[in-house]
């Protein structure tokens, strides 16, 4: 029989407190918009008592999505479970997830408590969430370095106090996949009231097992995925949202398990995350690295024009890759985008639609076959800058040793000039911006690429800049590489001043 097993995507909470991938409160309504169209049955959107962004994020994510359950962390005292919960109190179906520390390496080391101190406060802890949220979700963190016994008394007591769902989290990245087996098989046989509850994993990628180790998860009972869109997370990341969905749905004969997962909308919610994030991933990278699905070996080639089967475990539209993804041109008309983005998995409303028209008029003209990753990048920016403060209306740039730049911007309706002169012209044109708009940053990381093939290619620029002892990212696009990078420091100044706005 086929069983089904629950997504619980923390892309949001645990993904998003990796370095670099911080996301402002836009661009987490974006991103679980997307989820919720990927089918994921739970978002973790936060961590709400971290600041008031973090609470504000939570929020408006809660409000913002109707069909998935969304859940809010806290740790196991009285202030963070209020605060998640009160962030939590406009969801459809909220979940407030607790947690503790059960390995004895923790107790010791960070908590300070004694092992009867921590099952009090674990089973104290998930009473008071019960009396604020229906659904109640506790986690022992450390679990797999835990001492079995111990973890086994600290889950009956989360479950005696009310718990709906146990998670026992590799938190270190530590198990193997026959101990992780092990470890649910043994809880769920000898806690007493383990069949009342869901059992959920919760693997980090230290040792590279965290998918390997979540499908373990499930031969041992668990039923419900922790995970992250492209792997994200502390450290070397979390289970891979799609690697784990793509192996249950083509390893159905080992693993017999369905999820609520609509696969046709991976590729989408990868790309979304990277464009946000400005977090890369590999090409390599399974499912949704650019050669995943790429034949380069002449006798791999033939095999495959001969049939798929030969070389494909799956194929790029299950994930909603085409083949051919060149979609439309310079004659195109607005319907058909409209119709293009659709099929890409994009709502958008009719102003959107004729925002992006003039957009793509605009790119069309300088390129001649425009992708569906230029149409995505496009979108990405496009939504961006519709949050932003001050946007870049006119860029001009000569000489390069040194160099010299005229920028103006626009906030509301009024405009600002200024000139700079710099080593080369971004740097000139970065500190044309500083001076109009005040503040002074650093660049730390700087990236360019094609967003698609062909010499006219649109170039993505992702740019990570310094501002007051804190990294922003920022991207922009252009089939002009400097106006791509500048756009990219101007979104990254823009989130800033939106934080700054609203701290
Ligand atoms: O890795 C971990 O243990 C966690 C918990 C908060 C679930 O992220
Ligand atoms: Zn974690």
């Given amino acids: 029989m086929v069983e089904r097993v629950e997504i619980f995507d923390t892309t949001l909470r645990d993904g998003e407190q990796s370095p670099g991938a911080s996301m402002n409160v836009n661009e987490k309504i974006q991103m679980a918009l997307q989820l919720e169209r990927l089918g994921v049955d739970i978002i973790e959107a936060g961590f709400p008592i971290a600041s008031e962004q973090e609470f504000e994020g939570v929020q408006k994510v809660a409000a913002a999505v109707k069909k998935p359950r969304v859940a809010g962390l806290a740790r196991a005292n009285r202030a963070d479970i209020e605060r998640a919960a009160k962030a939590i109190e406009k969801a459809e179906r909220p979940v407030l997830h607790t947690f503790i520390a059960t390995s004895d390496i923790h107790l ?62 590799d938190t270190v990245g530590y198990t193997t996949p026959i ?36 499908l373990a998860a499930l031969r041992g009972g668990a039923r419900q995925i922790e995970c992250c869109v492209n792997g994200i997370g502390e450290r070397a990341g979390n289970t891979s949202l799609e690697e784990v969905v793509m192996a249950m749905k083509t390893r159905q004969n080992v693993y017999p398990f369905e999820t609520g997962i609509v696969t046709e909308e991976i590729t989408n919610t990868s790309r979304l995350l990277g464009n946000l994030t ?81 957009r793509f008029s605009v790119l069309a003209d300088k390129k001649k076959e425009i992708f569906e990753d230029d149409l995505r990048v496009l979108l990405a920016t496009m939504r961006n800058e519709s949050f932003e403060t001050y946007s870049l209306e006119q860029l001009r740039t000569s000489g390069s040793d040194p160099a010299m730049a005229l920028v103006k911007l626009k906030r509301g309706g009024e405009e600002f000039f200024d000139t700079a002169i710099g080593d080369g012209p971004v740097d000139a044109a970065c500190q044309a911006i500083e001076r109009v708009v005040g503040v002074s940053g650093r660049l730390q990381e700087f990236n360019i690429r094609a967003a698609s093939p062909g010499k006219d290619a ?21 089939t002009d590489i400097i106006e791509a990078a500048v756009k990219a420091y101007l979104s990254a100044v823009n989130k800033y001043l939106a934080l700054q706005l609203t701290a």
């Fill in 108 to 169: 010791e080391h960070k908590l300070r408590m004694t092992r009867e101190q921590v099952l009090e406060k674990a089973a104290e802890a998930v009473r008071l969430a019960k009396t604020l949220v229906g659904r109640v979700e506790f986690s022992a963190e450390d679990s797999t370095r835990s001492d079995p016994k111990y973890l086994a008394h600290v889950v009956k007591a989360a479950i005696d106090a009310g718990a709906d769902v146990i998670n026992l989290p």
């Fill in 179 to 214: 101990e992780i087996e092990e470890m649910f098989r043994n809880v769920i046989a000898t806690v007493p009231g383990s069949d009342k509850v869901v059992f959920s994993c919760h693997n980090h990628n230290d040792l590279g097992l965290a998918v390997a180790n979540a």
């Fill in 278 to 358: 400005g977090l890369t991933i590999s090409y390599n990278k399974p499912i949704v690295g650019r050669n995943a699905f790429a034949h380069e070996a002449g006798i791999h080639q033939h095999g495959v024009i001969a049939s798929r089967i030969t070389y494909e475990i799956m194929t790029p539209e299950s994930v909603g890759r085409s083949s051919n993804d060149l979609i439309l041109g310079k004659h195109s008309g607005k319907h058909g985008l409209a119709k293009r983005c659709a099929d890409l998995g994009f709502t958008l409303d009719e102003n959107e639609v004729t925002e992006l028209y003039q």
């Fill in 458 to 478: 649109l170039g993505e620029a992702h740019v990570t800049v310094l501002l007051d002892g804190k990294s922003y990212y920022g991207t922009g696009a252009s």
